[in-house]
């Protein structure tokens, strides 16, 4: 029976086996990941195309296996900082563990409270999962906003919040480098996280689908 965290149909598997091997095989071993993070890796270079990421991704000790925890859980919410996270992740996948993806950029009082601060939507969206109780517990997904992941640092440090897992990848020159540093620097939350400029919700995607796979073939053994 094919996985549900496996392409659809058996060419698709090929292609994305295929894809898997030639990026296995150009780096060899030059890496120094664990076996259970080299899939996030691997498949974080199959979303870009990019081996830098080979070196630029960094892990919590604890990150793979809070990420699967949190996955096999059940029901664990996904809270990105942009619909492109919650447009990119696959519907099935997430459903088989009864997961669901929110973002609240866009709501009408997201902005007006942005507006009214002085701030950014990112960062009142984050407040707003917070106050909805959707954070704690959960897998937060930044791949766009580093004012989101900054406000969800400072909701970890100075409100106590306790998300299983953070994935920092936002990507851009204005504070992406120093939000991913920080959430890095802290260890009250196991995190997943890309260092410098580089970044994006494509990766951040990659990455969740890499622990969703990661969470099915735990559940096989």
Request: proline fraction near 4%; charge should be negative; charged fraction near 20%.
């Amino acid at each position: 029976m094919t996985a549900i965290t496996e392409q659809l149909t058996a060419l698709g598997r090929a292609i994305e086996h295929d894809s898997f091997a030639i990026i296995d095989a150009e780096v060899g071993g030059a890496h120094c990941y664990a076996a259970s993070q080299w899939p996030v890796v691997r498949r974080i270079i199959h979303a870009s195309a990019d081996f830098e990421f080979n070196g630029l991704t960094f892990f919590h000790p604890e990150a793979i296996e809070a990420g699967i925890a949190a996955i096999r859980r059940g029901g664990t919410p996904v809270v990105a900082d942009v619909e492109m996270i919650c447009v990119g992740l696959s519907r099935p996948r997430l459903s088989h563990f009864g997961m669901t993806a929110h973002q609240f950029i866009a709501d009408e009082d997201v902005i007006a409270a942005a507006k009214a601060n002085g701030g950014t939507r990112a960062v009142e969206a984050m407040r707003k999962a917070h106050r909805l109780g959707l954070l704690e517990g959960s897998i937060v997904a930044v791949g766009n906003a580093p004012t989101a992941l900054i406000e969800v640092i400072r909701l970890i440090e100075e409100e106590g919040v306790r998300p299983a897992l953070v994935l920092g990848m936002p990507v851009g020159f204005v504070s992406a480098a120093e939000s991913k540093e920080r959430l890095m620097a802290q260890q009250e939350v196991p995190w997943i996280a890309i260092r410098g400029r580089k970044g994006g919700s494509t990766l951040v995607v990659a990455a969740l689908h890499a622990l969703l796979a990661l969470a099915e073939e735990e559940g096989d053994v």
